[in-house]
């Protein structure tokens, strides 16, 4: 255990046997990701020539929408896979949180992708419904149905890394593309016996939209973390009493939570102590501050500054700005 407290009543403790145990079990965690990623990547290439080729052979504006929708699910894989190798990458003096967060970054591009694909889906559906074109549901069918068992393999083989919102986005991308499938191929019988083309273009529009919601479920998730809020399933009121009932701890300010990416929690604040007590004392409140955080709420990365009562913080929770807001 590694523990420092600095001149200004800054305490940071480290617990290197749990840092190291967390280490190597992520670090699993991340190597078979990056191998079911290589595969889903391997597959989901084969996928979209397939969907290419039997969207032009049948003249289907719903297969060749799935397959610009694969497209982007093969991109959103390379990107997750190139950004999960780059948080690899160790900390560095300039870089000091290390790459974590580009993980975030992939993960909103592929968001903003899915978006724009929506769109241009919805733009050619509107074109086919105001003029309807025949549609080989044959090929159609069998091409979907390739499709459909490709992408159900993929999602669910990335299941148990779905806690990482970078993968869970590549992971939403592939079982969005495998419903798309499974309408298709449910369009493709109803056309192939009743030749109501224009459900061709009316499933392209509802493909549009399963990809457009799936994308702004992750835009909002990016941008909790971007911004440095509060991570989804923590609640701050929560955090403040959990740390306001250890014993000694007379008072909590300036109290922050953030995450640096998916399951990677953090938090700061100031406490105020009894003056009076000794620095053990101290190191004893940080550590149950510490056990308890970990425990009840996942936050693996704890920064205190410990004060007394005869510290002026103005009775605010965030006095951040109070330095920064260009007056004298």
Known sequence: MEKSLESNGHV????????EHGHAHGMGHVHVAQDKLKKAIFLGILVLIAEVIGGFLANSLALLSDAGHMLTDVASLIVAWLAIRMSLNPPSPSMTYGYHRITILAALLNALTLIGIAIFIGGEAYKRITNPEPVQGTVLFITAG?????NLYIGLGMKNQADNVNI????????????????VI??????YFTQWYILDPILSILIALLVAVGAWRII??????????????IEFKEVETAIKSISDVKDIHDLHIW???????????????????????????????????????????????????QHDHGGEMFDIDKNWNGKE
């Open 12 to 19: 940071h403790q480290h617990n290197d046997n749990h840092d």
């Open 146 to 150: 390739i499709g459909l068992i490709v």
């Open 168 to 183: 869970r986005s590549a992971m939403l991308h592939v079982m969005g593309d495998a419903a798309a499938s499974a309408g």
């Open 186 to 191: 449910v369009a493709g019988i109803i056309m």
């Open 220 to 233: 909002k998730e990016t941008y909790v973390v971007l911004m440095e809020g509060t991570p989804a399933g």
């Open 259 to 309: 995450s640096l990416t998916s399951n990677k929690n953090a938090m700061s604040s100031h406490i105020e102590v009894d003056g009076s007590i000794t620095v053990r004392e101290t190191m004893n409140i940080i550590r149950n501050i510490e056990q308890v955080l970990e425990k009840k709420f996942q936050i693996g990365h704890v920064t205190i500054q410990v004060e007394d009562q």
